[in-house]
Each structure stands twice: as C-alpha cells, then as structure tokens.
C-alpha cells in the first residue's frame, strides 16, 4: 500500500504541522519515504543533540514503514510516557506497533488509561474484534482469491465497476516519463479491462472517458443510475498545481457526466478528498476526506446531492465507523457498508470492515472480513455486486507477499459475502398484554454455559439490535423490571434461521396481571363460580387458574395464598368445611398443571366469615348481593417486597 496512501500522508504531513518547522536531513528523507535512510540520519541527529517531538514520531512511524513494530512501538511508548497528550492519530499508531508485536495485554492496558479521551464505539468495536478473531482464528478460507492477470509491477488499486468492465487506479508508466516524486512511480492514471467470464481481468488500456491531465486521476466510481463518473484528481487550473498557503497540493472530487463534462464537485486548498461512493436510492455522495474536525487523519463522510450535484454540508458517519486512524474507500452493497481502516485491532495494517446499515442512519460494529480478504499488510478497495453465473463476484486491493508489484488488485467468487460469521438479531421487545413495544427492556444473549456475551437495551419503542461473534448453542433472554422473561435456546442451524428477518420477544408486566382486592395483591382473574355445593375445578375455573399458571412460570419468585369464601347461606360448619375443599382443590389444580409446590405457600377456607356486605344469617338478600360474598382469590403475598 507505499503508493495508495503516499498522497493521503502527504496531506497529513503537512497537516499536523511540520510545513512551519526547519527540516532536518532525517525530515526530508521521511518526506520522501527512504524510511531506512531516515532512520540513520535521525539516530545520528540524535547522537548529535535532541530530536524534537515531531521528529521522535517520524523516526517511529518510520520503523513501522520497514516493518519493525518491536522498535516502533519502544518509541511511541517513551513518548506517551512522557507526554500523554499525544494526538489520536499517534495513540492509534502506538496501539497498532503493541498488536503488531501481539501485546494485546499492554493494548487494553493503554486503552483503559485513555478512557475518558475515547468514544464508547471505539471501545465498544474494539472488544467485538478481539472477540470474534479470537472466535474465527481456526475457520478456513471457503472461497478462492486470484491475483488478476492485468496487475504491473508497480500499484494498481481501487478497482470500480463500469458497466461489463472494470475501472482501477495505476501508477504503471503511460509513456510521459512524469514521475511523481514522492512514490518514485507515476502519476496515477485510470485504466479500464473487460471482465473475462470467472472474474479475470486482461490487458488492460487507459481508460478514454476521462480527458487526460498530466497529474493524478484516481479511485474512479461509476454510477449506472447517472451515468456520471465520481473520480478524485489533482487540484488544478488546467495544467498548473494549485497549493495553500502552506505549500500543499491537495486532492479534489470531480465529475464526469452524462454528456462528457467535467465539474469540480468537492474541492478545497486545506483539505483532501478520496474514494467518491455514489448511493442511488439515497443520492448521497460517500468519500473520504482530511477535515481537521474529524476523529483521526481521513474520516469517511458523505453529502446530499441532486442527481449528482451536491446539495448539503458534509456529514461524518461519526465515531460507530470513524476512528482515530484512517478510514478509507467506501463501498454500499446490499445495506452494508464497506470500508478500510488502519485501526488497531485488526488482522494488519489497513483491514477491510463491514457495518450494516441502519434506517435511522445509524451503522452496526464494523467487522473485520478476517483472513483471506485481510492479510498482515495493506487490503483496501473492496467492491462486490451479483453475478448471474457465480453467485458474488468482487475484488478489492493488497501489498500482500506473493503479489505482482506495490499494490495488487485481487478477485474472488462466493456465494455469500465474505466476512467472519456472527449472530446479529434484530427486532421489539413486546407486551404481551398491549402489544405494544417495551422501552429499554433488557436483552442479553448468554454461551452455552449460561455465561453473559453481550447485553443490549432497546430504545423507546421497543426495537433493538445485537450482534455477536458466532456460537453454536445461544440463550436469548429479555426482561425488564416488574417484568417476566422471555428465555430460549438456540442451536447450529436454528441460529442461521432467526438471522436476518425479525426476532420479536414477548414478555408481560406484572402491574397488567394483579390488582388490588380487599387491600391486598390478587391475581388480576374473571369472577369464577363452583358449582352449587360442589368443589370440583370446572372448565370455567380451569380457564382461570391457567392463567395463574401461566403467572408463575414467568414470575417463579411470587408466592400464593389461595383464599375461598362463601355466602352465608347454609350453616356456618358446612360453608367453612366447602371453601376448605375448593381452596384446595384450587392448589391441586395448580400443582398438577406445573405450579411448584413451594410457589403456594397457604390454601385457606374461610367459609362466612370474611363477607363483603351485609347479607348474613337472617337477612334477605337477593342472589347478586348473595353471589358478591362467594368468591375465590389468589393473593400475591410477597409482591411488596419484590418490587
């Protein structure tokens, strides 16, 4: 990856400052990338007196260019030791030589002291990618990755759809002998190739659509539903460089459009933009830029347009996608966002991630694509469409070992996008009583040994999302104070089933079941009658005790009284002896259908004694003010203390 970032770290060099300090012969070799050369110079600057901050930086950024993370990572170390205000875009690169050199132990531990500086998603997307890494490190490659025939020795990258061809970016020589000085190579140019039957890419040509310039033309993206041409060039008027104040010559976004002519779109002395993505069902224009306002050195961002012309302020995809190094190259397929990035906790340098897209524009963890597609170098460039005859074809970029030149373009075929498995559920948490959603319930996904993975709250109306690396044997759970919980387990193939369609989960308040009678707690039931003089559970009875079944297997900590009363008709002995017999028959019910036995802790008849007016012994009433006093309950004895 020497050639796709060298510009992007051009900018940044100047950015951070260095264009106002006296360079050094160790600064100027840095600038030019001789990092083994700047290394020397700057260890005998150093012998000779003091290297400045800045400079100590460039002599470890400059070891982890040759690749000795062990020395790199000593001097970000002494470096964050002394000052611990350094930028975020150096604390990422110091985290980055510690993984390198597979101290993940000193990574956290570095991490937890810059807590209170950091995002919560960075934090959050950090422990997902340990965790599902760790979770894939045995899974196997199930698909093919070819190294296109068209590559050169020098860097070819950023491959783009174009109708049944494929636009890339190269730096191989066009015949001008313009060299750009910074890589040694080129000044990129577009090339375009046919795409041979199995993904193959031959002979490629540069490509016409685009009028020729004697400086950069880069990272091409077409648009099928404009017919326009995103492209990032070189910012100039005609064949004259345009630079800041500070001397810099920056990138800019331009536009190829249905008729052949050419706009700036996105241009700017101070600032950089890369990789143009033009979403159609949105008409929002992705790319990648170096504000000084976003979370690292280049962000990913993305601006309104109408029908290609840009409508609206720049908008940051924030920090769920954006990190303190660099994010790079966007790609929207199929409501997944991909991108790359240099974080830290991936598998090399700069990693290709996907993030679902949410409607409400929020995005998921992004996750790592793991082995295969990401190497222990550079891997950048990913696109992927439908293929009638494959399944998925796509290509993305590398400098992995075993390429043709810097850069490569790679191809694969698969039936289903790549990436490391997990288990994302979606969906509402419900009352099963309103069927309305339930705000910030609880939802926790537990392993096989009923250890918690990952907990989630759902928002207001209920809705949540959760995602985790890939088990085989997963209990879902959700509650909610005063609430019962919904419980289930799920195993090997079940679980690819609940994916990708809602998972809805219902569970009941307990505040909808009870009610207050008689100045106490009951089980909120229909008014139920035995039969005259009998204490059998009819089918009427049954249908209500279900109910209190049902209570108990979702609230097993509530303990019963069973009361029974009758009116006063009969003898006061006889109705005593009947409301026993029903409380009890009540209790034998509940046990036999399920109810432990240690959930009911009384079953008492009280005959006459507790009636609710006035209809005792020797005073007429009618049947209704009779049939007030006989009733049975079934009282929630420790709800006070629970709740």
Same mark, same amino acid.
């Not at 190269?170 to 015949?175: L, T």
């Not at 996904?445 to 009923?450: E, P, V, W």
């Not at 079944?549 to 109705?575: A, C, K, M």
């Given at each position: 990856?020497k050639?796709?970032l060298?510009?992007v770290f051009?900018?940044?060099?100047?950015?951070f400052?260095?264009?106002?300090?006296k360079k050094?012969k160790g600064?100027?070799?840095f600038?030019?990338?001789s990092?083994?050369?700047a290394?020397l110079e700057?260890q005998k600057?150093l012998r000779d007196?003091?290297l400045?901050?800045?400079?100590y930086?460039n002599?470890a950024?400059s070891?982890?260019?040759?690749g000795?993370f062990?020395?790199?990572?000593?001097?970000?170390?002494?470096i964050?030791q002394?000052?611990?205000?350094m930028?975020?875009?150096?604390?990422?690169?110091?985290?980055?030589?510690?993984?390198?050199?597979s101290?993940?132990?000193k990574?956290r531990?570095?991490?937890s002291?810059k807590?209170?500086?950091?995002?919560s998603e960075?934090?959050?997307?950090?422990?997902f990618?340990?965790q599902?890494i760790a979770?894939?490190s045995n899974e196997?490659?199930?698909?093919?990755?070819f190294n296109?025939?068209?590559?050169?020795?020098?860097?070819?990258f950023?491959?783009s759809?174009y109708k049944?061809?494929?636009l890339f970016?190269?730096?191989r020589?066009?015949?001008?002998?313009?060299?750009?000085n910074?890589?040694?190579?080129?000044?990129?140019?577009i090339y375009?190739?046919?795409?041979?039957?199995q993904?193959?890419?031959?002979r490629?040509q540069a490509f016409?659509?685009?009028s020729?310039?004697?400086?950069?033309?880069?990272?091409?993206?077409?648009?099928?539903?404009l017919?326009?041409i995103?492209y990032?060039l070189s910012?100039?008027?005609?064949e004259v460089?345009q630079?800041?104040?500070s001397?810099k010559n920056?990138?800019?976004?331009g536009?190829?459009?249905e008729?052949?002519a050419?706009?700036?779109?996105?241009?700017?002395?101070?600032?950089?933009?890369y990789?143009?993505?033009?979403?159609?069902?949105?008409?929002r224009l992705f790319f990648a830029?170096?504000?000084?306002?976003g979370? =690292? $050195?280049t962000d #990913? +961002?993305?601006v309104?347009? %109408?029908?290609?012309l840009?409508? *609206?302020a !720049?908008?940051?995809l924030?920090p769920r996608i954006?990190t303190?190094?660099?994010?790079i190259?966007?790609f929207?397929?199929?409501?997944?966002l991909y991108?790359?990035?240099?974080i830290?906790?991936g598998? =090399? $340098?700069?990693d #290709? +991630?996907?993030s679902?897209? %949410?409607?409400?524009n929020s995005? *998921?963890? !992004?996750i790592n694509?793991g082995e295969?597609?990401?190497?222990?170098k550079?891997?950048?460039?990913?696109?992927?469409?439908?293929?009638?005859?494959?399944?998925?074809?796509?290509?993305?970029?590398?400098?992995?070992?075993?390429?043709?030149g810097?850069d490569?373009?790679?191809?694969?075929?698969?039936?289903?996008?790549p990436?490391l498995?997990?288990?994302?559920?979606?969906?509402?948490?419900i009352n099963?009583?309103s069927n309305n959603?339930?705000a910030?319930?609880?939802?926790r996904?537990?392993?096989?040994?009923?250890?918690?993975?990952?907990e989630?709250f759902?928002?207001?109306n209920?809705d949540?999302?959760?995602?985790i690396?890939?088990l085989d044997i997963?209990t879902i759970?959700?509650t909610k104070?005063k609430?019962?919980?919904f419980?289930i387990?799920?195993k090997?193939?079940?679980?690819d089933e609940i994916?990708?369609?809602?998972f809805?989960?219902?569970i009941k308040?307990?505040?909808?079941l009870?009610?207050e009678?008689e100045d106490?707690?009951?089980?909120?039931?229909?008014?139920?009658y035995f039969?005259k003089?009998k204490s059998?559970?009819?089918?009427e009875?049954a249908q209500e005790l279900?109910?209190?079944v049902?209570?108990?297997?979702?609230f097993p900590?509530?303990?019963?009284r069973?009361e029974?009363h009758t009116?006063s008709?009969g003898?006061?002995?006889?109705?005593?002896?009947?409301?026993?017999k029903?409380?009890?028959?009540i209790?034998?019910?509940?046990?036999q259908h399920g109810?432990p036995?240690?959930?009911?802790?009384y079953?008492?008849?009280y005959?006459?004694?507790?009636l609710l007016?006035g209809?005792?012994?020797?005073?007429?009433?009618l049947?209704m003010l009779?049939?007030k006093?006989?009733r049975?309950?079934?009282?929630?004895l420790?709800y006070?203390?629970?709740y």
């Amino acid at each position: 990856m020497k050639f796709k970032l060298t510009v992007v770290f051009f900018i940044l060099f100047w950015s951070f400052g260095f264009a106002q300090q006296k360079k050094s012969k160790g600064d100027i070799l840095f600038f030019e990338y001789s990092y083994n050369e700047a290394i020397l110079e700057y260890q005998k600057e150093l012998r000779d007196g003091v290297l400045s901050n800045k400079q100590y930086l460039n002599l470890a950024d400059s070891y982890m260019k040759i690749g000795n993370f062990k020395k790199a990572s000593e001097i970000y170390v002494n470096i964050f030791q002394k000052d611990t205000t350094m930028s975020s875009f150096h604390f990422n690169k110091m985290l980055q030589s510690l993984s390198k050199t597979s101290e993940i132990e000193k990574v956290r531990a570095y991490l937890s002291t810059k807590k209170g500086d950091l995002s919560s998603e960075l934090l959050e997307n950090a422990d997902f990618n340990y965790q599902l890494i760790a979770t894939n490190s045995n899974e196997e490659l199930n698909f093919k990755i070819f190294n296109i025939s068209g590559n050169s020795p020098q860097a070819d990258f950023s491959p783009s759809f174009y109708k049944d061809k494929l636009l890339f970016s190269s730096s191989r020589p066009d015949g001008t002998k313009r060299i750009y000085n910074p890589s040694g190579e080129s000044y990129l140019n577009i090339y375009e190739a046919n795409i041979e039957a199995q993904g193959d890419i031959k002979r490629p040509q540069a490509f016409k659509g685009i009028s020729n310039t004697n400086f950069h033309r880069a990272t091409p993206y077409y648009s099928e539903e404009l017919n326009n041409i995103f492209y990032v060039l070189s910012n100039a008027d005609g064949e004259v460089l345009q630079f800041s104040e500070s001397g810099k010559n920056t990138l800019a976004l331009g536009r190829i459009d249905e008729s052949g002519a050419f706009q700036f779109i996105l241009r700017d002395l101070n600032t950089s933009f890369y990789y143009p993505f033009y979403e159609a069902s949105t008409g929002r224009l992705f790319f990648a830029a170096n504000f000084e306002d976003g979370y =690292g $050195g280049t962000d #990913i +961002y993305y601006v309104y347009t %109408n029908n290609g012309l840009i409508m *609206s302020a !720049p908008v940051n995809l924030g920090p769920r996608i954006n990190t303190p190094g660099n994010e790079i190259a966007p790609f929207i397929f199929e409501n997944s966002l991909y991108f790359s990035s240099d974080i830290f906790y991936g598998l =090399g $340098g700069m990693d #290709i +991630y996907k993030s679902n897209m %949410n409607t409400d524009n929020s995005f *998921s963890i !992004p996750i790592n694509l793991g082995e295969g597609i990401n190497s222990s170098k550079d891997d950048f460039g990913f696109i992927i469409r439908n293929n009638d005859t494959n399944g998925l074809l796509g290509y993305f970029s590398s400098n992995r070992d075993g390429g043709k030149g810097n850069d490569d373009i790679y191809g694969f075929n698969v039936k289903d996008k790549p990436g490391l498995k997990t288990l994302a559920l979606k969906g509402t948490v419900i009352n099963l009583t309103s069927n309305n959603g339930i705000a910030k319930a609880q939802v926790r996904l537990l392993d096989k040994d009923g250890e918690l993975v990952k907990e989630v709250f759902a928002n207001d109306n209920g809705d949540y999302s959760v995602e985790i690396p890939f088990l085989d044997i997963v209990t879902i759970e959700s509650t909610k104070e005063k609430h019962s919980t919904f419980s289930i387990t799920y195993k090997g193939n079940e679980l690819d089933e609940i994916q990708n369609k809602a998972f809805n989960m219902g569970i009941k308040y307990l505040d909808d079941l009870v009610e207050e009678q008689e100045d106490q707690t009951v089980v909120k039931l229909k008014k139920f009658y035995f039969d005259k003089g009998k204490s059998n559970v009819n089918s009427e009875i049954a249908q209500e005790l279900d109910k209190v079944v049902d209570l108990i297997e979702r609230f097993p900590q509530l303990q019963l009284r069973i009361e029974s009363h009758t009116d006063s008709r009969g003898g006061g002995s006889y109705n005593f002896t009947l409301s026993q017999k029903r409380s009890d028959a009540i209790k034998d019910y509940l046990l036999q259908h399920g109810v432990p036995e240690g959930n009911i802790l009384y079953s008492v008849g009280y005959g006459e004694d507790k009636l609710l007016n006035g209809c005792k012994n020797g005073v007429f009433c009618l049947d209704m003010l009779h049939n007030k006093n006989e009733r049975s309950l079934i009282v929630v004895l420790n709800y006070d203390l629970l709740y």
